[in-house]
């Protein structure tokens, strides 16, 4: 993915809507979830962040 | 006292003795009758477990690349790894310039509908070392445990494929255990300009279980291209530990040169040292276990995008308006998928076109019953995700609170290993 902005949707943080390129997408906060994995190995190697809910 | 080989012309009647054994040279084809052995002659029992497997032998979904849910062709590829055309095959892409069109092509050997064709537009003949090009197949690990991988009584597999291209080349298939610190085991194949069965007979490995569960366990991969970080060893032919340098020895480049082509089809991966024929199932079936992974709501022949013309979707959904303090007036829909998800999917909305004027991306339409069908005035927001559905809020500010509604909107699911 090529992620710019992530941000959960709501304050319980079990969807992680990111923009992915062009695409808006919405993640769910589930280890078995590729995209969820990719997005916390981004985390870990500082390369994003994510937002809490507004 | 001595044997003595007895060569059998006929047997009029009556029963062959026991303790004869038959050489494989002696029995000709055509030479066993319909009615030479009686019903039940020979039970299952008598054959050995993998043999009894007369269905379901493949583990490979859609390896006659029929079905391709996402786009049947994709130009300009090569800058990211991603699932692009035909299910259930992604494409690797990594620290290469080269550039190629993925596309579910009419071609294909005898019996065969469809290929997947990759053609290079872009070299890249300046390989960095940790350039890789190839194709990904990842599988499941509770679909694998009949090949007792980890025990000793591991089965042998045996890999099958149909391959051809513009010209001749080489390259890697490989099987890596992602449950066992990526043990590998991988074997060359070369392609010519005709269609040719490639058959590769992996030996059983005694190490490493693969987990019972939905998470990726085993891979095949193709290496296409690849620089020194996986060809500057020696190729892994026995399962062994990760050893990168090992992976991809002695292939040539597929972005040598934008002459270059690769066509696939009849991918089988099954148990026993003999590549049976390939086991060709009904579209309806392979595209049922696709959809565990991939799925939208969107027509075949028509693809997940902004735009699509309402009636080329299955797009319309029930929906209640509430009202939620300080977030605005919320439609809340929601779709159970076809079939459950291998886990909680990636959901990715679009806007429909034909209901209400606009354009604008992500926003789903709404049945105003004073105004008829409109873009709503704000984002659609995905509110659920399970691996059995999902919901979304649509929000519009004319929507009456306690109403009943219809919505409308594009969108796709993508739980993929």
């Known amino acids: 993915m090529n992620i710019s902005e992530a941000q959960y949707t709501t304050a319980e943080k079990n969807i992680i809507r990111v923009v992915d390129g062009s695409n808006t997408r919405y993640i769910p906060v589930d280890p078995n979830n590729k995209d969820y994995v990719e997005i916390l190995e981004q985390v870990a190697a500082g390369t994003l962040t994510i937002k809490d809910a507004d | ?417």
Not at chain 2, 16 to 35: F, L
Not at chain 2, 119 to 144: H, K, P, V, W
Request: proline share 2%; aromatic share 10%; net charge negative.
């Open chain 2, 1 to 417: 006292m001595a044997r003595t080989k007895l060569k059998l012309k006929s047997i009029a009647s009556g029963t062959i003795p026991g303790r004869i054994k038959i050489a494989n040279e002696n029995i000709t084809a055509g030479s066993v009758d319909s009615d030479a052995m009686g019903a039940g002659a020979i039970s299952p029992a008598k054959l050995s477990d993998f043999a009894q497997s007369l269905t379901n032998r493949n583990v490979i979904i859609n390896g006659a690349m029929n079905v391709a849910q996402r786009q049947v062709s994709v130009t300009g590829l090569g800058a990211s790894s991603g699932y692009f055309t035909v299910d259930r095959f992604k494409m690797v892409c990594n620290n290469t310039a080269g550039r190629f069109t993925m596309t579910q092509t009419a071609d294909g050997p005898s019996g065969f509908a469809n290929c997947l064709k990759l053609d290079c537009t872009t070299a890249d003949t300046s390989i960095a070392s940790n350039e890789e090009f190839g194709i990904l197949y990842r599988m499941e690990g509770q679909d694998l445990q009949h090949f007792k991988k980890g025990t000793s009584g591991a089965y042998k597999t045996t890999l099958s494929f149909y391959v051809k291209g513009n010209a001749a080349a080489t390259y890697v298939a490989e099987l890596m255990d992602s449950d066992n610190s990526s043990r590998h085991i991988g074997a060359t194949f070369n392609v010519t300009t005709d269609w040719t069965r490639v058959e590769i007979t992996f030996p059983g490995d005694t190490t490493g279980t693969l987990d019972d569960d939905s998470n990726a366990s085993l891979d095949l991969q193709f290496f296409l291209h690849a620089g020194s970080n996986n060809t500057s060893g020696t190729l892994q032919t026995s399962w062994g530990s990760l050893v990168q340098a090992n992976r991809a020895v002695g292939i040539s480049s597929f972005f040598d040169s934008t002459d270059r082509t690769f066509f696939i089809t009849g991918i089988q991966l099954e148990v026993g040292e003999t590549a049976t024929e390939f086991e060709h199932e009904t579209f309806n079936a392979t595209r049922y276990k696709c959809l565990r992974y991939y799925e939208t709501n969107y027509e075949d022949g028509y693809y997940p995008a902004d735009g699509v013309t309402y009636s080329n979707t299955y797009s319309t959904f029930p929906g209640n308006c509430y009202h939620q303090t300080g977030g605005g007036r919320y439609i809340m829909t929601s779709h159970r998928f076809l079939v459950q998800k291998r886990t909680s999917p990636s959901m990715t909305l679009y806007r429909v076109a034909g209901l209400g004027s606009g354009s604008t991306a992500n926003r789903w339409s709404w049945f105003n019953y004073s105004a008829g069908w409109e873009l709503t005035d704000d984002s659609t927001e995905v509110g659920e995700i399970s691996s059995q559905h999902h919901g979304a809020l649509v929000r519009d500010t004319e929507a009456n609170v306690n109403e009943a509604l219809v919505v409308a909107g594009g969108w796709q699911a993508d739980a993929e290993l």
